[in-house]
């Protein structure tokens, strides 16, 4: 068979791209196929960033394409563009945003703040716009996290500015209050108060706004999430039983309301020893993948126990920006893809359209 662009697309069928979990033709990824003669060149359009993925996808399409008769020379384009996807029934996304995401536990005490902050600057590493949103309102400790101080500006007295630390907008109530100073309310004036911290920040042309919902799942966060309108939610938990236990609840929450959970990530796996290596299961082992299992949801990914993680969040500069070559950032990367390419796979929302960003391989 002489070499055609269905040949090629044949080819390009049996590259699985494990972001979105399928192949590149059944994700709709390949935007365009030329053959001239010997020479073949492929268009690749992502919906999802993948800067730490782009070169070793454009390796593997070389590699299968190039492997067919005839072919003498294969140049492969990446490229992503990041959409708008559904969010719950009635709800309108916001402005300038165009997926919001929840990070959940349902327990306190699993890292869920910290692997927010390290998720959101994943994804700005890999290629897109990200906000935070802090909705721990009791608990606020974004703050701390992104190195943040001082109040925002009001350029109208109605609406705020985000602050901006290591590339990420971001919004807290711990920006308003000084750091002894609790959060006393109730209720009802919580979601009040998070809802107008949501809807009133000026957010420039976000791809991700992750949303740090406070812990438990009571009054407060099934109110949150029936009136956020949010595209998924990503659930963080230890391997520990009691936590898992927690962490179910959070996922059938969010199913109660109809938003899809693209997966769960597995907090504090495994503890390394710093002094001589020993690995310790000190939470326990394979937790989250049996409750991904149970529940039919992938597992993201899993993150160790390690006191630099730590360490770098309170100092400001989380893992992801302090050490981005280390093996604990690149794992924080790799969750991110797989995060975004799950979200891809949902179904658009065409109410809402604004520039896109995208990033090529030139």
């Known amino acids: 068979m002489s070499l055609s662009p269905d040949s ?3 080819a390009l069928a049996l590259i699985h791209d494990p972001n979105v979990d399928t192949d590149l033709i059944s994700a709709q990824s390949v935007r365009g196929v030329g053959v001239d003669g010997g020479k073949v060149a492929i268009e690749i ?8 993925y782009r070169d070793t996808l454009a390796e593997r399409i070389r590699q299968a394409v190039g492997a067919l008769p005839d072919v003498e020379a294969v140049t492969v384009d990446v490229r992503w563009r990041i959409g708008a996807h559904r969010v ?3 709800l309108t996304p916001l402005p300038e945003v165009r997926n919001i995401v929840a990070i959940a536990s349902g327990k306190g005490g699993v890292g869920k703040s910290t692997t927010a902050v390290n998720l959101a600057l994943a994804l700005a590493v890999e290629g897109a716009r990200v906000g935070v949103l802090d909705a721990d309102i009791h608990g606020p400790s974004i703050p701390m996290m992104l190195g943040l101080q ?3 500006e009001s350029p109208d007295g109605k609406n705020i500015e985000p602050k901006v630390s290591h590339g990420l907008q971001a919004m807290s109530i711990g920006l308003f209050l000084g750091e002894d100073t609790p959060t006393i309310w109730r209720g009802p004036m919580t979601t009040q108060y998070l809802q107008q ?12 706004l992750l949303i740090d919902l406070p812990p438990g799942t009571g009054d407060i966060q099934l109110t949150l999430a ?9 659930i963080v938990t230890t391997p520990q039983d009691i936590a898992l236990l927690d ?5 059938k929450m969010f199913e109660k309301v109809e938003v899809p959970v693209l997966g769960i990530v597995e907090n504090m796996a495994v503890h390394v020893c710093s002094n001589c290596g020993h690995a310790e299961h000190i939470f326990g082992a394979g937790g989250g993948e049996k409750m991904a299992a149970q529940y039919d949801v992938p597992l993201l990914g899993s993150l160790p126990l390690d006191i630099a993680i730590r360490e ?5 500069a989380p893992t992801v920006v302090s050490q981005p070559d280390s093996a604990v950032a690149l794992a924080y990367r790799e969750i991110a893809r797989r995060a975004a390419g799950r979200l891809a796979m949902q179904a658009k929302n065409k109410s809402i359209a604004f520039p896109s960003i995208v990033i090529q391989n030139t």
Do not use: E, N
């Open 8 to 10: 090629v697309r044949a």
């Open 45 to 52: 359009l992502l919906g999802y960033p993948a800067a730490g």
């Open 88 to 90: 719950q029934k009635d």
């Open 150 to 152: 001082g109040k925002p």
């Open 197 to 208: 911290l949501l809807t009133t920040t000026l957010w420039r042309d976000l791809d991700y």
């Open 226 to 234: 029936q009136r956020v309108p949010v595209s998924a939610a990503i």
């Open 247 to 251: 962490a179910k609840k959070a996922l």
């Open 312 to 316: 770098q969040a309170d100092g400001g």
